[in-house]
């Protein structure tokens, strides 16, 4: 049970988000044009974990340019470029209102493009004179191209990047085509790559050829080459096979567990799990760390278990990146996850069990991102969520109880944001509550044993997850009432 005093929820500014540095200019330094507008994780959930750092520019009272804590409502100084003068003035746009040719009668008629100023009509028709949409062209597509390669696709009369079926100009950093503006944007979820993965830092999508399988059941480990044929055995032998960022699908083999001592140090690597069905499962070797992100690694898991490390700890992030979905992080007996540098966003898993003495989750130092994610810690002197000051954090629409009298929360560093925390709730957990299929290790929610505020308490934002941890779908209408924690029951 959960001590009141606990609930510490006031944020400490982390010199390293974009908000707090030099907004934008820190976003182009560490994104480019990926993610080149900075705002906050309240306006926009798709920041937490990358610096606040997103490719679409946010609402003024969301958009911080010029970093300093002040949106752009306050401070929008940087944004405008010293025009040679000295002046700071904002660039003027020459020309009359009313002179441009063409543009009202008793004009002459057009004779090529260049006579054609208005936006909307940027196009002359040799046959009339007058000028035109790209729709009025013989050739709409191809003379949007001939204007602007980057526009080369005619919708609705005006020259656009891309429509959902025509998406040639879409590649590299921004391959997918958004359907409300017919912009080509950076993916932010991995379905959206076909066959393949996101790079959630950089919006591109992983080569689909550069894939490695791993079967624990395959009886032929010496002509293993790691390709769907002749999967590799281990899980080490497909991580030191990497050289460019790669999938590694992992097969579920009943009753085996994929003992991993695995360390992510300058590669990008995402762990999926191969099947659908029972997630396959990773087991740290005895006071060892099974999956450890290290020196500017990046690591995507989605639908992969880390269970029962004997005196050991599931996950450690120092100094890399890693991005952790549908995954359960249990019974691990030196605790969940520690984050010590870099950064680290958790969606819709399981992390804690029934460890005493340790702490679920530890943040020493870094920028850590929760979403719809359910803690559970353990007994005697366990903790759910424990951070230094060092570190920025934000827990929102999760769950967080503890089966002891130790506080939940042992962070100032942290907000806590549509969570239930059970430290400020009347509702108490410990190892008679049977609010989930079991306290130790699978916390699905059963239905009428839970308490009836964790149907609400979440709110639903844009850019959340849209599945939970088993693949059901959430609610996707902005500011939606939502279930709390990993599990629609």
């Known amino acids: 049970m959960g001590l009141l005093a606990s609930a510490c929820v006031s944020l400490v500014p982390n010199d390293s988000h974009c908000r707090h540095a030099q907004g934008d200019q820190t976003c182009a330094e560490r994104y480019g044009d990926a993610r080149p507008f900075c705002t906050a994780a309240t306006c926009d959930a798709s920041s937490e974990g990358t610096y606040g750092c997103v490719a679409e520019r946010p609402s003024d009272d969301c958009y911080y340019p010029c970093g300093g804590d002040n949106d752009v409502t306050v401070d929008n100084g940087c944004r405008f470029a010293d025009d040679g003068d000295g002046d700071g003035d904002e660039p003027t746009h020459n020309g009359d209102e009313n002179g441009d040719p063409g543009d009202e009668e008793g004009d002459a008629p057009c004779l090529d493009a260049g006579d054609c100023a208005d936006d909307s009509a940027p196009f002359c028709d040799l046959d009339t004179g007058v000028c035109v949409g790209c729709g009025s062209m013989s050739d709409a597509d191809g003379a949007c191209a001939g204007v602007d390669p980057a526009l080369p696709v005619c919708h609705a009369d005006v020259c656009v990047a891309c429509t959902p079926d025509k998406t040639q100009a879409c590649a590299e950093t921004a391959p997918i085509c958004d359907v409300a503006t017919n912009a080509c944007v950076g993916c932010n979820d991995h379905d959206q790559c076909s066959d393949s993965a996101c790079n959630l830092a950089t919006g591109s999508c992983f080569d689909p050829a550069a ?81 450890a992100v290290t020196s500017s690694g990046q690591l995507y898991m989605r639908g992969v278990d880390i269970v029962r490390t004997e005196n050991g700890l599931g996950l450690e992030i120092n100094d890399g990146h890693a991005w952790v979905q549908q995954s359960r992080i249990v019974k691990n007996e030196r605790g969940g996850i520690r984050v010590d540098g870099g950064t680290l966003r958790l969606e819709h898993s399981f992390v804690g069990g029934d460890a005493d003495d340790v702490n679920a989750i530890e943040v020493l130092d870094g ?11 353990g007994g005697d002197d366990s903790h759910a969520f424990v951070c230094e000051t060092s570190s920025e954090s934000t827990i929102r629409n999760s769950i967080i109880v503890s089966l002891g009298d130790s506080a939940e929360v042992m962070c100032d560093a942290v907000e806590i944001i549509d969570s239930f925390n059970e430290a400020d709730s009347a509702e108490k957990f410990d190892d008679n509550s049977d609010w989930f299929e079991d306290w130790r290790d699978d916390f699905h929610l059963v239905p009428g044993k839970y308490p009836a505020i964790l149907e609400t308490l979440a709110i639903w934002r844009t850019g959340d997850p849209q599945k939970d941890i088993d693949g059901d779908p959430r609610p996707t209408a902005d500011g939606t009432q939502d279930f709390a924690g990993a599990d629609l029951p």
């Open 211 to 291: 894939v490695f399988y791993v079967d624990g059941g395959n009886k032929e480990c010496e002509a293993a080459d790691g390709t769907q044929s002749k999967p590799f055995c281990t899980l080490a032998e497909a991580i030191d096979a990497v050289t460019v960022p790669s999938r590694i699908l992992i097969s579920t083999v009943d009753e085996i567990h994929y003992e991993a001592e695995v360390v992510i140090a300058d590669k990008t690597i995402a762990l999926f799990a191969a099947n659908d069905g029972p997630a396959p499962v990773l087991e740290g070797p005895e006071d060892k760390v099974a999956v």
């Open 367 to 377: 920028e850590v991102s929760i979403i719809y994610t359910t803690i559970v810690a």
